[in-house]
């Protein structure tokens, strides 16, 4: 018994090692994962139906398949898979820009998308600091003359009622796209509202052309000018011509809708440095337009 005591006695316990823990995962990656299952997430609530695609009689994934969800963006397939795989993959402020489109992200989980991104979002559909009430009182106050605020990109900050009928319905465009540029390449209310369109868009091409020159970096004027690229055939071509072309006034002829020809001297007020904020506004310039912008006006008050 002694000996078995003394030989117990004798035996020391081994130290265990611990267990390596796992390393906290980095910002970054989680970012990349959260932003993997948002993706997912909204992919799969949308039907076909709801982007135009046809449903097909095999359809096991609920939602939108990857492969369509790229076609409707236009990125590769491989690509945005990765993306829903959390992959170290970069993303340029416009492919989330047509992600948060073909997704049909309301203006929240539009937001998300890009903070978790960690990207600048492009769209001009937030509210502007340089639109004050004051200067929405001022555009009120001109009515019947057609009146807005716009920014050196053509993106529509605020308007007046007879602006908001002026060229189409302004009040039913998407605020992401109310801008000018947009409008007269792809939208018909408004193209067919303009008397000379092709001068129209030429001019307005070399005018931002001139006015891009200092954001050449900058994500939402790249983000505008490749919808251009990629929606109008007839912007392409006219970009292909590299004009540039100053800011100024001249008179218009818009064929509206409601009240027929209306000849406007056109007027920008600058609200900054000439490459920031302006009002634009639409004088009569005879007679005749002046009672149409009255009667314009009138319409827009009986449908409020």
Same mark, same amino acid.
């Given at each position: 018994?002694?000996?078995? &005591?003394?030989?117990?006695?004798?035996?020391?316990?081994?130290?265990?090692?611990?267990?390596?823990?796992?390393?906290?995962?980095?910002?970054?990656?989680? +970012?990349? #994962?959260?932003?993997?299952?948002?993706?997912?997430?909204?992919?799969?609530?949308?039907?076909?139906?709801?982007? !135009?695609?046809?449903? =097909?009689?095999?359809?096991?994934?609920?939602?939108?398949?990857?492969?369509?969800?790229?076609?409707?963006?236009?990125?590769?397939?491989?690509?945005?898979?990765?993306?829903?795989?959390?992959? @170290?993959?970069?993303?340029?402020?416009?492919?989330?820009?047509?992600?948060?489109?073909?997704?049909?992200?309301?203006?929240?989980?539009?937001? #998300?998308?890009?903070?978790?991104?960690?990207?600048? @979002?492009?769209?001009?559909?937030?509210?502007?600091?340089?639109?004050?009430?004051?200067? +929405?009182?001022?555009?009120?106050?001109?009515?019947? /003359?057609?009146?807005?605020?716009?920014?050196?990109?053509?993106?529509?900050?605020?308007?007046?009622?007879?602006? !908001?009928?002026?060229?189409?319905?302004?009040?039913?465009?998407?605020?992401?796209?109310?801008?000018?540029?947009?409008?007269?390449?792809?939208?018909?209310?408004?193209?067919? &509202?303009?008397?000379?369109?092709?001068?129209?868009?030429? /001019?307005?091409?070399?005018?931002?052309? =001139?006015?891009? &020159?200092?954001?050449?970096?900058?994500?939402?004027?790249?983000? *505008?000018? !490749?919808?251009?690229?990629?929606?109008?055939?007839?912007?392409?071509?006219?970009?292909? +011509? #590299?004009?540039?072309?100053?800011?100024? !006034?001249?008179?218009?002829?818009?064929?509206?809708? #409601?009240?027929?020809?209306?000849? *406007? @001297?056109?007027?920008?007020?600058?609200?900054?440095?000439?490459?920031?904020?302006?009002?634009?506004?639409?004088?009569?310039?005879?007679?005749?337009?002046?009672?149409?912008?009255?009667? /314009?006006? &009138? *319409?827009?008050?009986? @449908?409020?």
């Amino acid at each position: 018994m002694t000996t078995m &005591a003394s030989e117990l006695s004798d035996v020391r316990e081994v130290p265990r090692t611990p267990a390596p823990k796992s390393p906290e995962p980095s910002e970054p990656d989680v +970012r990349r #994962h959260e932003l993997a299952d948002f993706l997912r997430s909204r992919r799969e609530r949308i039907t076909p139906e709801q982007v !135009g695609l046809p449903r =097909g009689r095999r359809r096991r994934t609920p939602g939108l398949r990857r492969e369509e969800v790229a076609q409707l963006s236009a990125v590769g397939v491989t690509w945005y898979t990765w993306l829903e795989q959390a992959r @170290d993959i970069q993303v340029s402020p416009q492919v989330l820009d047509a992600l948060a489109r073909a997704l049909l992200l309301d203006r929240s989980e539009r937001s #998300h998308l890009f903070s978790l991104a960690g990207a600048v @979002d492009p769209s001009p559909g937030a509210d502007c600091p340089s639109v004050t009430p004051a200067l +929405r009182e001022m555009l009120r106050q001109l009515d019947p /003359l057609p009146a807005c605020i716009q920014n050196s990109r053509y993106d529509i900050l605020a308007y007046n009622r007879t602006y !908001g009928r002026l060229l189409c319905d302004l009040d039913a465009v998407h605020p992401d796209d109310r801008n000018c540029m947009i409008l007269s390449y792809t939208n018909a209310d408004w193209r067919a &509202a303009v008397v000379d369109l092709p001068e129209m868009n030429r /001019l307005m091409a070399a005018k931002f052309r =001139g006015a891009m &020159a200092g954001h050449l970096a900058e994500p939402a004027w790249k983000a *505008l000018l !490749g919808r251009l690229e990629a929606a109008s055939p007839e912007f392409r071509e006219i970009w292909a +011509r #590299h004009e540039v072309v100053g800011p100024g !006034g001249r008179t218009k002829i818009f064929r509206n809708a #409601h009240v027929g020809l209306l000849r *406007l @001297d056109h007027t920008d007020l600058w609200l900054g440095p000439s490459s920031g904020p302006r009002m634009v506004t639409y004088v009569p310039a005879d007679d005749e337009t002046a009672q149409r912008l009255q009667r /314009l006006q &009138a *319409l827009e008050l009986a @449908d409020a």
